[in-house]
């Protein structure tokens, strides 16, 4: 196996009746003394439904450490979400334990300004369910796939609504694809690939790829069938995301991030139902809209100048009641940069790592 995808792993779920089923994929990362497990934000959303694991030198074990996600577009569901990360910090007893198949990628292995270009070449990696097998025993095997395809087009980014900053999109139609060995070979279906990896190959590939040294660019979480693709987010966000809770890591002269990539940014979202009672309440109602479809078109637009200046844009929900006690418990008036105030406070929290529990 190539040394770049050792650092992919199975990722399972043990429900309340240890009952252990395969969910997805992750990607262990070390960045100084900290080692990550990156994912997709919908392969974390099952932890709700019990424990998360990866395999260890004792078999599969629950994931010990900390947790961080975006949660999903308010009323959108995770469908919705083109952006779709999480990661785990795994606790160090965690890490030791690991099982020998898999190795932790450095940050020297990551690649956080790739430019894509139509015609460069990109691996999805991760272990689809169809290829999960579980004994009698309760023991597991899995197998690993990569899915190569083509970077895509801007149009086909437009289309699919995903943006070209955040995103990594690659044409891939199953039925035609080709085996290493240039034979015709249908792959099994991505599904499970989820929170795997993405690998950049060099620009210049040349003959030998046997030799060929692949970087981390990306976390896969989508395939849609329909439009011949596969679809995940850059590396650059996770970066982001980690930065947010371990700042520490990054203040070394030999560790380069890239202030360029796209930062977090909170965007209010009112409610439709409640937008008499908020005009009632905000001491600076003479300055909002007439209605609430003229702010949600106001908005809209300053989403997409804001996607224009490389910023992502995270809507989060206030509701009446919550700016109220807000600007009472602070005594500030009801305007419109208190609650700039309590959205940003939201989005620090939503961006805070959790103990696994």
Request: hydrophobic letters at 35%; glycine letters at 6%; a neutral charge.
């Amino acid at each position: 196996m190539d040394k770049e995808l050792d650092s992919v792993c199975p990722v399972f779920i043990r429900d309340g009746d240890e009952k252990i089923d395969q969910i997805g994929s992750g990607v262990l990362l070390k960045i100084k003394e900290k080692t990550f497990l990156l994912t997709a934000a919908h392969v974390c959303d099952w932890s709700e439904k019990g424990e998360l694991c990866i395999p260890t030198k004792n078999g599969i074990e629950s994931i010990i450490g900390y947790c961080a996600s975006i949660l999903a577009p308010k009323k959108l569901g995770r469908n919705k979400d083109i952006i779709d990360i999480a990661y785990f910090l795994l606790d160090g007893a965690l890490v030791e334990k690991i099982h020998d198949s898999f190795r932790v990628l450095s940050r020297n292995e990551c690649w956080l300004t790739d430019n894509l270009l139509s015609g460069d070449i990109y691996t999805f990696s991760g272990f689809p369910l169809t290829k999960a097998k579980k004994s009698r025993n309760n023991e597991f095997s899995s197998e690993l796939f990569s899915y190569s395809g083509e970077a895509a087009i801007p149009d086909k980014y437009k289309n699919l609504k995903y943006s070209e900053d955040s995103n990594i999109i690659i044409n891939f139609r199953r039925k035609k694809a080709i085996a290493p060995t240039g034979e015709k070979r249908v792959p099994p279906h991505p599904k499970g690939i989820s929170g795997g990896a993405i690998f950049r190959w060099p620009k210049s590939i040349g003959k030998n790829v046997e030799v060929i040294n692949r970087s981390l660019v990306g976390i896969g979480h989508t395939y849609i069938e329909r439009h011949n693709c596969l679809i995940g987010t850059k590396l650059s966000l996770y970066f982001n995301l980690i930065i947010n809770n371990h700042p520490e890591l990054f203040k070394s002269d030999t560790i380069h991030y890239d202030n360029s990539t796209p930062m977090f940014m909170a965007l209010i979202f009112y409610r439709k139902d409640e937008w008499e009672l908020l005009m009632s309440q905000f001491d600076d109602a003479d300055n909002m809209q007439n209605s609430w479809e003229e702010w949600r078109n106001a908005a809209e637009y300053g989403v997409e100048h804001m996607d224009r200046n490389n910023k992502l844009i995270i809507p989060i929900e206030l509701s009446a009641k919550e700016i109220n006690e807000y600007c009472k418990l602070k005594k500030l008036p009801n305007t419109g940069r208190s609650r700039v105030e309590l959205v940003n406070k939201k989005l620090f929290e939503m961006l805070k790592e959790s103990k696994v529990v």
